[in-house]
Nanobody, 123 residues
Framework: QVQLVESGGGLAQPGESLRISCVAS????????MAWYRQAPGKEREEVAA??????????NYADSVKGRFTMSGDNSKKTAYLQMNSLKPEDTAVYYC??????????????WGQGTQVTVSS
C-alpha cells in the first residue's frame, strides 16, 4: 500500500520561511512526477509547483503567485519532495498537499495524495 506523508508545516510571520517535505512509502516501482498543491478556506485546490520529469535535472514549474519565492525539489531515489517557501505572505495560508504520479509494483499507475499539512502565515 502506498502512503505519502507530509511534514514541516506550521505558523510563520509574513516574510519568514518554511520548508515542507513529503515522503512516499510502499510498493513503488517508479515515480513519474511530483507536485505540491494547496487549498485555502473557501477556495479550490490549486497547483503550486510540479516536477513533471526527472530527466535533465528535473526542474520545477511554478504558479505565478509563488514564482521567485518558492522552490520545489525532488529526490526520486528517496521518494521525497520538498517545498522551500520564502518571503511568505498571509495569502499563502492554506493546507498544502503533495501529489505523486507513480507506478506500483503491482503495475497500478495513478495519482496518490498526502494527507495535507497546514501552513499559516500571520503576524
Amino acid at each position: 500500500q502506498v502512503q505519502l506523508v507530509e511534514s514541516g508545516g506550521g505558523l510563520a510571520q509574513p516574510g519568514e520561511s518554511l520548508r515542507i517535505s513529503c515522503v512516499a512509502s510502499g510498493n513503488i516501482l517508479k515515480i513519474s512526477s511530483m507536485a505540491w498543491y494547496r487549498q485555502a478556506p473557501g477556495k479550490e485546490r490549486e497547483e503550486v509547483a510540479a516536477i513533471t520529469t526527472f530527466t535533465s535535472g528535473g526542474s520545477a514549474n511554478y504558479a505565478d503567485s509563488v514564482k521567485g519565492r518558492f522552490t520545489m525539489s525532488g529526490d526520486n531515489s528517496k521518494k521525497t519532495a520538498y517545498l522551500q517557501m520564502n518571503s511568505l505572505k498571509p495569502e499563502d495560508t492554506a493546507v498544502y498537499y503533495c501529489q505523486f504520479n507513480l507506478l506500483t509494483e503491482s503495475w497500478t499507475a495513478g495519482d496518490y495524495w498526502g494527507q495535507g499539512t497546514q501552513v499559516t502565515v500571520s503576524s
